[in-house]
């Protein structure tokens, strides 16, 4: 089953994080890890600008994970 958006943001910021604990130089604040996610995601949407037909089949989910991670507030 495929994750909601918000879920998708959630899960991406969350990854970052759990990296940042495991880097030997230091955790990453969660703001930090919201701005790589917003990196991830703009990479990806790049992606289809520059692959042949288009990598990316659903370019709006795409668009509402980053809408979602710009709304992201950690609680």
């Known amino acids: 089953m495929r994750?909601?958006?918000?879920?998708?943001?959630?899960?991406?910021?969350?990854?970052?994080?759990?990296?940042?604990?495991?880097?030997?130089?230091?955790?990453f604040s969660w703001y930090e890890c919201?701005?790589?996610?917003?990196?991830?995601?703009?990479?990806?949407?790049?992606?289809?600008?520059v692959s042949p037909g288009g990598l990316i089949l659903d370019e709006d989910y795409w668009l509402e994970v980053k809408e979602e991670l710009?709304?992201?507030k950690n609680e």
Not at 3 to 27: D, H, M
Not at 35 to 49: G, H, Q, S
């Open 70 to 72: 710009i709304n992201w």
């Open 3 to 27: 994750l909601s958006p918000k879920e998708k943001a959630e899960e991406l910021i969350r990854k970052y994080y759990s990296f940042g604990l495991n880097n030997v130089a230091g955790s």
């Open 34 to 49: 919201k701005k790589f996610a917003l990196f991830t995601v703009d990479e990806i949407l790049k992606a289809r600008e």
